[in-house]
């Protein structure tokens, strides 16, 4: 015998309202929280990038006393926590994901690690013959530019605006700071490329929680 509440909605609206709730929680469930994606990557770039600024300053004598290592220490550390943190919040989410979404996630991710390599190498290659300030704006500016692009890049993929004005947004922020020049660009990426994200993920976390 079937439950009346196992019965379809007999009002044509009530059942257009009943798909689109199903449909909303089924988003929900594979969307992963937009804080636990951008917050990471924004606390890194924060921090980060601003020792950086505090250490390799646009003058001769840095603003901070500390180790030299420790602006590049830190940095690394920090992306490498950032992107363990966003891996796991992406895997809980589209962990069951299957077939051509599936496939464009995987291919994405692979542009971004394939991508990052060849950074690396030409950054490496280029390093010797530059001048210890530029060596640094070299790596920062290339870093944060392929972050722009692959960002924009994603947003076309998944028709995502918001993700899509982000990357314009870090793009925008990368090409003032490498205008800026040495010293300068670590400042406007820390503040505006890393409060940016924190502020896409409260934005996107606020947007999630209006479609509930």
């Given at each position: 015998?079937?439950?009346?509440d196992?019965?379809?909605?007999e ?20 969307e ?22 505090l ?12 180790p030299s ?8 550390v920090?992306l ?55 060596v ?10 392929l ?14 605006r ?19 020049g ?14 940016g994200?924190?502020?896409?993920g ?9 479609r509930?």
């Amino acid at each position: 015998m079937i439950a009346d509440d196992d019965l379809p909605p007999e009002d044509p609206a009530a059942a257009l309202r009943l798909i689109d709730e199903q449909r909303a929680t089924a988003a929900r469930q594979f969307e992963p929280d937009p804080r636990a994606y951008y917050w990471p990557w924004g606390l890194a770039w924060l921090i980060g990038f601003g020792l950086h600024f505090l250490y390799y300053s646009p003058g001769d004598t840095p603003l901070v006393e500390m180790p030299s290592w420790l602006p590049l220490t830190v940095l690394f550390v920090l992306l490498a926590a950032a992107g363990a943190v966003s891996a796991v919040a992406g895997a809980r989410a589209y962990g069951q994901v299957t077939g051509e979404s599936a496939r464009r996630g995987a291919w994405y991710g692979w542009s971004w690690g394939l991508g990052f390599l060849t950074l690396f190498v030409l950054a490496g290659r280029l390093s010797d013959s530059l001048p210890p300030d530029l060596v640094g704006l070299l790596w920062s500016a290339l870093a944060v530019g392929l972050t722009g692009i692959l960002h924009m890049a994603g947003g076309a993929i998944w028709l995502d605006r918001p993700l899509f004005l982000l990357g314009v947004w870090i793009t925008v922020v990368n090409l003032l700071g490498t205008i800026a020049g040495p010293g300068w660009h670590a400042l406007i990426v820390a503040v505006a490329g890393g409060g940016g994200m924190l502020l896409a993920g409260l934005l996107g976390w606020l947007r999630r929680r209006g479609r509930r």
